[in-house]
DNA sequence: AAACGTTTGTGCACGTTTTCACAAAGCCAG
DNA sequence: CTGGCTTTGTGAAAACGTGCACAAACGTTT
């Protein structure tokens, strides 16, 4: 049967947590370990070993029972679904400070998403090489997207910037983009966005900070009202 | 009553979004908006009115019915329930190209959180400036973090050195840490993590990419099987 | 002071995610 | 090849998050 491919739909927390496990997978698999059970990737992952298990099932029944699964061969899943079989060159909207330290990032390249391409909207940036990539001016993205197969787009713009930005890599032909200002773009149906803002991690450690902080002093504090605030919480991956 | 702090727990996922909610409430006191709607405030946010009502009533009721929400008044519960009211300095680990970045990046400042300090262990980075800081060795993080009272640390280290860095941080006294490394870390509990994993966001990005590339050509190939691959998702904030 | 249009705050139903708990399945020893 | 130990895969329950729908509350107008 010809029909492997894109079996049940993967619920979107667990495609969350798939890189995670791979990632640690491949740790694994480095320092030579051939096999693995949910107990210990659930450790090493820091969560549930059921949720390991149920995460995993998504993919088949890849595991043995009273053995734990094959690292390699579970990585070599993990990456079929997760459609990191082959490269994703991703090209930078903004050259700035955010956009060169991106294109700078070794992070991104070693794992898969090499940078295809960065444009810049300002002329005297234009020309100049950050993380061994010339740099483009934004009206050329078309051309940038379109000569190397381009699907994923990169917004490091100033946030008042993004709207255009995401505008722009849609017109190009770009049907993912991840977006690092703090402003919420716009975007067709059908195009994929993830976003990620530096800020609002640390407002929502600040607030967990400030919590403790009342909950320090409080004890004597909301004896009065009968409040009691409770222990703490833990947070994980990025989402 | 002096009991106004601190009332019900708030959920994870609205803490979430109060950020969002918070910086573009800003944005419309800038340009002189005094007041607004549920309807608007999810419209620019990207999401549902009733849940921008319902996470802002964990604040208390503080809009008028028929009116709408006081920009001014909203920026300021928000910000107090958050623990926005001050400043918080942060300390960076790391002065690599990541850290730099970081340090480089106005985003953070802009926000509430200076960079109070940058620490490497690399002795060939001690001593430079970066984002107008000096960086200094990781054996002085603890006096770091004391002089200026600093409860938030961030890692920004190559991900095998993240552990050490958690550990150090732990040790001088930071009570919460944004890891910024692939690295899942362990610290005691009572310690707050976030974590931001850039090539997470893109293998995420990835699948969906994946996804759409292989229900295009099913559309012939999945008539045998007589699946169908449904429409498309949006992925919205960062955690 | 009543009638009207608007918008909040929230009960309720629904969908998703997490966790529990255990039968089924494998390995190994004797 | 039987019995015991381990670990998976998954139903079912619980917890959590989302969105609808509407009564209650407010300002305004007549």
Redesign the interface.
Known sequence: M??Q??RR??P?AT??R???Y???LGEQFEIGVANISSEELAE???VNAAKVRKDLSYLGSYGTRGVGYDVEFLVYQIRR????THD?P?VIVGAG??G???A?????G????PVGGIVDIDDSKVGSVVGGVRVRHLDEIKQVVQARNI??GVIATPGAAAQDAADSLVAAGV????NFT?T?I?VP??I????????????????????????AQ?SV??S??G?L???????????
């Open positions: 010809a029909a491919r894109s739909r993967i979107e495609v969350a798939l890189p995670v791979l990632r640690i090493l992952a820091g679904e997760l459609g990191l994703w991703v400070n955010l060169q330290a991106l700078g990032y070794n992070g991104f070693d794992r898969g998403f699907s994923i049907t993912s983009i991840l703090p919420v716009n149906h059908g994929s966005v993830g976003k990620v803002d530096l800020a609002v991690e640390l407002q929502i450690l600040a607030y967990h900070e400030q919590r403790r902080a009342n909950a409080g504090m909301q009065l009202s409040l605030i409770p222990g703490e919480s833990r947070r994980g991956a990025s989402a």
